[in-house]
């Protein structure tokens, strides 16, 4: 719980407006055990991590802590203050040759550089329960055409609370995408987190584990269009933030260090 304890530290504060809504401590450390298993030696992308699992995961291997874990890690998020703390702490632990950090934002087509070159992608997502899950879909998106080999793998965080009907049927339609996309459910362990949410701390999240069984189509990677951008932080909240800019570079106390940029007309 220390090595955990860094990490929490280290991270910026959450931006509710975006749905950055970070795990809880104990359930973080679940988390990184389990993935541990999956994406050991693999060369691993996070599309998006607010709640610094890649640097869990990795501070946990080097403290001795866990004894599997990636070869590599690869952030990218749009909230530059995410991929400064990054920077910081692998500056810090000695991690740099494992951990690297690049700001990205999900509405934009993958850059070149990053097409098929992991093994592997994580990400936890907004849940998508305003828009039919279009938000995680977009996220997954990025990860396959990351990874897009044979054998690849995915894990993926999304809401999983029966109680909230929305959760179960966007979880239906996450399912039946990543095995449209040529998939293989390997895992779900339903139930799996809670979250520091206000108004519904019942809240919880599953773990979906898929793999690709068959190689993606060579196809150059496209932006979303205005239909995927839709309620993509919840109803009413499109996707119309390209960065978070960190101000400071502090990591720390959002409400003072950050402004939004938004993307421009005909930039999407």
Same mark, same amino acid.
Request: glycine share 8%; with cysteine; charged share 25%.
């Given at each position: 719980?220390?090595?955990?304890?860094?990490?929490?530290?280290?991270?910026?504060?959450?931006?509710?407006?975006?749905?950055?809504?970070?795990?809880?401590?104990?359930?973080?450390?679940?988390?990184?055990?389990?993935?541990?298993?999956?994406?050991?030696?693999?060369?691993?992308?996070?599309?998006?991590?607010?709640?610094?699992?890649?640097?869990?995961?990795?501070?946990?291997?080097?403290?001795?802590?866990?004894?599997?874990?990636?070869?590599?890690?690869?952030?990218?998020?749009?909230?530059?203050?995410?991929?400064?703390?990054?920077?910081?702490?692998?500056?810090?632990?000695?991690?740099?040759?494992?951990?690297?950090?690049?700001?990205?934002?999900?509405?934009?087509?993958?850059?070149?550089?990053?097409?098929?070159?992991?093994?592997?992608?994580?990400?936890?997502?907004?849940?998508?329960?305003?828009?039919?899950?279009?938000?995680?879909?977009?996220?997954?998106?990025?990860?396959?055409?990351?990874?897009?080999?044979?054998?690849?793998?995915?894990?993926?965080?999304?809401?999983?609370?029966?109680?909230?009907?929305?959760?179960? *049927?966007? *979880?239906?339609?996450?399912?039946?995408?990543?095995?449209?996309?040529?998939?293989?459910?390997?895992?779900?362990?339903?139930?799996?987190?809670?979250?520091? *949410?206000?108004?519904?701390?019942?809240? $919880?999240?599953?773990?979906?584990? $898929?793999?690709?069984?068959?190689?993606?189509?060579?196809?150059?990677?496209?932006?979303?269009?205005?239909?995927?951008?839709?309620?993509?932080?919840?109803?009413?909240?499109?996707?119309?933030?390209?960065?978070?800019?960190?101000?400071?570079?502090?990591?720390?106390?959002?409400?003072?260090?950050?402004?939004?940029?938004?993307?421009?007309?005909?930039?999407?």
């Amino acid at each position: 719980m220390n090595a955990v304890s860094d990490v929490v530290a280290n991270r910026p504060a959450p931006l509710r407006m975006f749905d950055q809504i970070y795990m809880r401590s104990a359930d973080m450390l679940i988390q990184a055990e389990h993935i541990s298993r999956w994406l050991s030696g693999k060369r691993v992308v996070f599309i998006g991590d607010g709640d610094a699992l890649a640097l869990t995961v990795v501070h946990l291997k080097g403290t001795g802590s866990l004894k599997g874990g990636p070869e590599s890690v690869h952030v990218l998020d749009f909230d530059e203050r995410v991929v400064n703390s990054v920077r910081r702490f692998a500056e810090r632990y000695g991690y740099t040759k494992t951990v690297t950090s690049e700001l990205y934002n999900v509405a934009e087509g993958l850059p070149p550089h990053l097409i098929g070159g992991f093994d592997a992608f994580y990400t936890n997502p907004p849940y998508g329960g305003s828009n039919g899950g279009n938000s995680v879909k977009s996220f997954i998106r990025r990860g396959l055409e990351a990874t897009s080999k044979p054998g690849a793998l995915g894990c993926t965080v999304l809401a999983d609370a029966p109680e909230y009907h929305w959760t179960t *049927l966007v *979880l239906r339609e996450v399912q039946t995408y990543v095995l449209g996309k040529g998939q293989l459910i390997r895992e779900m362990i339903p139930k799996f987190h809670k979250y520091h *949410l206000d108004d519904t701390p019942e809240l $919880t999240s599953c773990s979906l584990v $898929t793999e690709q069984v068959e190689s993606m189509k060579d196809e150059e990677s496209q932006n979303l269009n205005r239909a995927e951008l839709a309620d993509f932080y919840g109803k009413d909240n499109p996707l119309k933030v390209r960065y978070v800019r960190d101000l400071t570079n502090g990591g720390k106390f959002a409400s003072k260090d950050f402004e939004c940029e938004a993307f421009r007309d005909g930039e999407l």
